[in-house]
């Protein structure tokens, strides 16, 4: 079955330190990959995508994620986090039906 | 681009009561879905539209739930009578009929509250 796993659903970094959320996923085709964004009472912003071509996905607010096939994981990555990251990330992946299968979600936490 | 607009951001109803959204998406984009999010979890597929026509309501509550995309442009989503258990955050989303390669644009959501 089609599946997102978001191992961790807390995280605490400290201000400035890096930051990697682990994604897994079962799909049976090639995967079309996402990660979004959700801050305190907004709606869900696209970080970044991976459907083809590199396997490092560079992505807005200096977020990128590595498509690692042989691993099925597709893991956020941020050098230095700031305090305005603090939030929850969604891991997703598209179904030739034009939907999305969600995670259950990753909520970073920002330590001063 | 303007992005999905969404109305009213928040809601509180009595159970019983019944409640509307309504959802204007991204000009062109064909496809417009509604997510219900419940605190602490990921989003929750209620309703596919294709245009105008229903492609997937297989989690629709349809005892209870409604929804309907006239001319294939705005979105309503109707909910009659409310459960407590309706308490989420509503989202719509659209695309440009590729969802599943390029992503969906979200609007910033419905905060239902059912007391």
């Known amino acids: 079955a089609q599946s997102v796993t978001q191992p961790d659903i807390h995280i605490t970094v400290s201000e400035g330190a890096s930051l990697e959320l682990r994604c897994n996923y079962s799909?049976?085709?090639?995967?079309?990959l996402f990660w979004y964004v959700q801050s305190p009472g907004q709606g869900l912003q696209l970080l970044l995508k991976?459907?083809?071509?590199d396997t490092l996905v560079q992505g807005i607010k200096g977020f990128e994620a590595e498509f690692k096939r042989s691993q099925s994981s597709f893991n956020l990555r941020k050098p230095s986090v700031h305090w305005s990251d603090a939030a929850e990330y969604f891991c997703?992946?598209?179904?030739?039906?034009?939907?999305?299968?969600w995670g259950a979600g990753t909520k970073l936490i920002i330590k001063p | 681009e303007a992005g999905v607009a969404q109305s009213p951001r928040y809601k509180i109803i009595e159970k019983r009561q019944s409640v509307a959204f309504w959802c204007n998406p991204i000009?062109?984009?064909?496809?417009l879905y509604w997510y219900q999010q419940i605190l602490g979890q990921g989003p929750k597929l209620l309703i596919q539209?294709?245009?105008?026509?229903?492609?997937?309501d297989s989690q629709l509550p349809k005892d209870r739930f409604s929804a309907e995309r006239l001319k294939g442009v705005d979105s309503t989503l109707k909910i009659q009578p409310a459960k407590l258990e309706d308490s989420a955050v509503y989202l719509c989303?659209?695309?440009?009929?590729?969802?599943?390669?390029?992503?969906?644009?979200f609007g910033s959501g419905t905060r239902l509250t059912v007391v």
């Open positions: 000009s062109g984009h064909a496809t």
């Open positions: 991976y459907f083809s071509g």
């Open positions: 539209f294709q245009n105008n026509g229903v492609v997937d």
């Open positions: 799909y049976g085709a090639t995967p079309y």
């Open positions: 997703a992946v598209g179904a030739l039906n034009y939907q999305l299968i």
């Open positions: 989303a659209s695309s440009s009929g590729q969802g599943a390669v390029y992503g969906y644009t």
